[in-house]
């Protein structure tokens, strides 16, 4: 099965002033396309820093999402640390020129900061940006986006079509009034029953009470059937009433 | 400055199921307490890329939290990836048994599973768990806590006055009806002249139009009212109106 990993760039989301919503859609978009996200990175607005975990990334995993780091101003600096990590070089091309020339009309507007956006490492293909003009771009098995989170989810839909993935996976969620303590041994025998599809539990304290969501999670739908009787029948032995989520 | 880094494990929020809650809370409390992110990590609940990322970051950074992963059931799996990072051995440690002896009141109700909650690495000191019992713990650089977001929480408060961090970072945040395109070369020159304070502008495209977020960050009080001066000067020159947001 096909890994992704994705390597959010941009002070903001360190800083705490913005709570990075583009990894939550990328992650649901690729678990879809049976090409699950299996690790995710976070690096500040530093050359270093993008470079290093870039490479980390795109030797470890089959591809590798960006998002953040490619506007016009200073500290937009994605597009050159790709094309260091890569070893390449970069500069304005005329594909990229063009397309920002289409969007800003007058070419007055097409200011030397805006021309910043139509650099592009030598070898890598254009993603289309249907909001704000400005492109992606697409090298080795690296996928650079846009951090603005309508113009992520855009790029992210004209990109998945081209990737590789395997079918998606499925999964069923469950909401158990129980302490994990008390669901813990009957949902260990059963991850043991069931090597071939993953389980999870995860604990919950709200106002109305507490207790944890099961989950069980397979490419496989006869799996997942036989995974949900397994655990349908656990919670009717413990006597307790677990819904299914949506 | 003292460095911090991130590393939230579970599957739950590689497959999209749940959104990350508690990098945002712990970003913007390093922030105030002058220990800021400047990394974080998301892994599955894999032992193998536990143990890789927590040696990684550990050996980068002044400080690691971690979240995610302390609890009863078989896919909690990170207090031994955590001696394993460290070679030590593990295991039910009297201190941490009497914790939940006391939380569960009723010897009963301290299960096996339970009882898995008071593993503990040795060396590792325990991090007081006033919501569920259950402690966290904290070896090396490295601070272990649970991933429900109200223990989180309450973990990291109880863990924060330990950190040796420096004054907090301040900033100034504007709301520039303004395009980036138009900003970023007056910006780069104000960033350019404050070598000594962080730059950030952040687009956002909302229903009731588009603009940047400017922001300034330096732990200077004197320097960031010298930074918002040449900030809003700028703004006046570009006949905008930028009010600064809380």
């Not at 649901?28 to 470079?51: K, N, S, W």
């Not at 098995?141 to 004209?158: D, L, R, Y």
Request: no cysteine; glycine share 10%.
């Amino acid at each position: 099965m096909a890994g992704s990993a994705m390597l959010a760039i941009g002070d903001e989301l360190l800083s705490g002033r913005t709570r990075d919503a583009n990894m939550h859609h990328l992650a649901q978009r690729l678990t879809e396309a049976g090409a699950p996200l299996v690790e995710a990175r976070l690096v500040a607005d530093d050359h270093d820093a993008i470079v290093a975990a870039l490479n980390a990334l795109r030797r470890a995993h089959d591809n590798v999402f960006t998002s953040g780091g490619i506007g016009p101003t200073h500290d937009d600096i994605t597009a050159d640390a790709v094309a260091a990590a890569f070893g390449v070089s970069i500069g304005v091309r005329d594909d990229a020129r063009a397309i920002l020339e289409r969007h800003y009309g007058d070419p007055a507007k097409l200011t030397e900061a805006r021309l910043r956006m139509a650099r592009i490492p030598d070898g890598a293909a254009l993603i289309e940006n249907p909001v704000s003009g400005a492109p992606g771009f697409h090298i080795g098995n690296v996928w650079v986006m846009a951090g603005v989170p309508a113009v992520f989810q855009a790029m992210v839909a004209s990109v998945l079509p081209q990737i590789e993935g395997g079918p998606p996976i499925l999964s069923a969620s469950f909401r158990a009034p129980v302490a994990e303590g008390d669901l813990a041994a009957p949902l260990g025998e059963i991850a043991g029953a069931f090597a071939d599809v993953s389980f999870g539990s995860y604990p919950y304290h709200h106002a109305t009470g507490f207790g944890a969501r099961v989950v069980a999670r397979t490419p496989d739908p006869d799996r997942l059937a036989a995974a949900t009787a397994a655990l349908t029948a656990m919670f009717d032995r413990l006597g307790v009433e677990a819904p299914e989520e949506p």
